[in-house]
């Protein structure tokens, strides 16, 4: 095709020169060619010549990033390289942290360079484990590594919690940990958490000890004691999503708060809602209203759980992420009025990813031969695994049908929501002796095929 579209374009325009362009870093004329030699007279030949031999840099780059460089210690540098190998980073690895930061080449390699990477190593870092980190923040390899971790491990942090708050905040080990973390550490024990709460609390969300502790932090507990009252609540709200101690409080979770109330929800449901999903409070003020408001047209009483989780879902999913969840459902001939009945039914049933429900909807139509209009009354069907509990479990039923054990029409709901022992005694312990086969279909050894006999609700 693109041989085709050139040979349409006309002669002069195919000859015509190409311009300068302003955007080049530099002018084509300066640039040497590949294979000259370097100038063993010229510093920057040379830092050129080694970024791309050593480095793997392209010549241009090389260009670029020798401009940021004075190498004088080229046996340093090239120790430099040799430890990143050392420790599982491919060439492309090194040339990608290069381009990332140039300075790194000559940073002091047995004070700082060797030290931290024994400390990396340490928490498991290597590869494109430590390739991964590195690319989030490479300064943090000229950090004081140890320090920072001994300072968390000495605060009750586990070498697994240190690792994941480092993949997650590698900047955290420019820090003083001392000066800045500590008074924070302080002030959560102060609230009423544990060591071992603190400790998953920043390990989980490690950018909130980079946040301010009296213009954040503060501020924010100050305001959520005051809406959620006791420090009990405070603290349920606090170890259900400790991301709220980042929120903007005055801009976004007040006024959804606000809303919530204006519209006759009980402080026990937003409590809920927090508990529940507590992202759902933490978006826009005007796009939580229009939910707000989506939910009342819906008829759901703003006096039941199921109020609260209608907002979760609607939270949950962009107005397109929406669209594309109902054109799902209505792939297999659902109209948009049992669509919204079954919402009505199960607000979390939109909570799932498209793909889910095209998977879900096509085993009970297809598999099970059920009608749509059946999933759409109970749709509580949606809520269970397909892989761990109800394949395996329709697995056990073919069994026991095909030996012609079970001959009664069995409904779908109640096989599916029976509890795991109650379906053990009655369907897999009682047949296991007379048929083995149950115990590897329950255990999802056998394919499921169809049932033999057609399943009620």
Known sequence: MLHFICSKLPQKLRHRPSKPSHANFFSTSSLKPTSELPNPKDPQSLIVSFLQNSCGLSFESAILYSKKLNIENVKNTNSVLDLLRNHGLTQTHIRNLIRIRPPLLSADL?????????????????????????????????SD????????????????????????????????????????????????????????????EPYILSRSLEKQIIPCVQELKRVFGTDVNFLKVIKACYLILESNMV????????????????????????????????????????????????????????????????????????????????SFGLSEDEICSAFKRQPLCMTHSEKKIKKMMGFFVNKLKMKPSMISKSPNLLQYSLEKRIIPRCSVLQVLMLKGLIKDNIGILYMVAMAEKEFMVKFVSKYQNEVPDVVRA????????????AMKM
């Open 145 to 204: 590594a140890h320090a920072a971790v001994e300072f968390f491990r000495a605060h009750g942090f586990s070498d697994e919690q240190i690792t994941t708050l480092t993949m997650k905040r590698p900047s955290l080990y420019m820090y003083n940990a001392d000066k800045i973390f500590k008074p924070k550490l302080v002030f959560f024990k102060s609230l009423g958490l544990s060591d071992l709460e603190i400790a998953q609390l920043l390990s989980s």
């Open 442 to 453: 329950h255990q999802g050894k056998i394919e499921f095929q169809g049932l033999p006999i």
């Open 251 to 330: 801009h976004m979770l007040q006024p959804n708060i606000d809303t919530l109330k204006s519209h006759g929800v009980p402080q026990s449901l937003v409590l809920k809602l927090f508990f529940i999903r507590p992202m759902s409070l933490l978006i826009c003020s005007n796009r939580f209203s229009e939910i707000v408001s989506e939910v009342m047209k819906l008829g759901f009483d703003p006096n039941y759980l199921s109020f609260v989780l209608a907002i979760r879902s609607m939270a949950l999913n962009s107005t397109t992420l929406w669209e594309q969840k109902v054109k799902a459902f209505r």
């Open 110 to 142: 047995e004070n700082t360079l060797m030290p931290n990477m024994k400390v990396f190593e340490s928490l498991g870092f290597s590869g494109s484990g430590l390739a991964s980190m590195l690319s989030k923040y490479p300064a943090v390899l000229e």
